[in-house]
């Protein structure tokens, strides 16, 4: 009886290092459970920063890149009859820009152009620089031209008025989700 007791006591302390040692693994385990949960949420948040940076780095930047003033020559005659404004729009991202519209418009001023001036849009139709649903693919280029009389260049190259243009073009990137871009100088 006695060693019973003793075999008891023994198997007492086994007992009691064994559930102590449970409740340090329940612990750890509920300690090992809370740091994967932080480096979980982590990794989340690195892949939303990574997707955020390579959308920026990638998506189509869409920039004036040239205006160049050309003669418009009478088809038989060759005499200049006035002049075109050739405004590019260049794609300095590495991805396409989409569903691409240009608006572009010309305006003569004795002046300074007005502070109060609101910057029409030309109207659409006819011979009218509007550019439709166009795509500019990466370091591509889209193409606005307008056309100024031979009276309104010479008026102007007589200081007599100034000429302004101005225009916007708006498109979409390839990344899902993103608003509308839009470019507009003058």
């Known amino acids: 009886t006695e060693e019973l ?16 040692l449970l409740v340090l693994a329940i612990f750890f385990s509920a300690w090992a459970s809370i740091a994967a949960s932080r480096a979980a949420r982590a990794a989340d948040k690195v892949v939303e920063i990574t997707s955020g940076t390579a959308e920026r780095q990638l998506r189509a930047y869409v920039a004036q890149e040239i205006t160049t003033w ?15 404004l050739t405004i590019q729009w260049k794609n300095c991202g590495s991805t396409p820009a989409r569903r691409c519209r240009t608006r572009f418009n010309i305006g003569f001023f004795k002046n300074t152009i007005p502070t109060n001036f609101d910057y029409p849009d030309p109207p659409t139709g006819g011979s009218s620089p509007v550019t439709e649903k166009a795509h500019i693919g990466p370091n591509g280029t889209l193409t606005n031209i307008l056309e100024c009389t031979l009276a309104e260049a010479q ?7 100034k000429i302004y243009a101005w225009g916007w073009v708006e498109y979409d990137d390839i990344f899902e989700g993103t608003p509308r871009r839009r470019t507009e100088i003058c």
């Open 5 to 20: 007791v003793k075999l008891t006591d023994r198997q007492n302390i086994i007992t009691s290092i064994e559930a102590g």
């Open 70 to 84: 050309t003669p418009l020559q009478h088809r038989d005659t060759k005499k200049i009859i006035g002049y075109n």
């Open 155 to 161: 008026a102007a190259g007589r200081r007599e008025t």
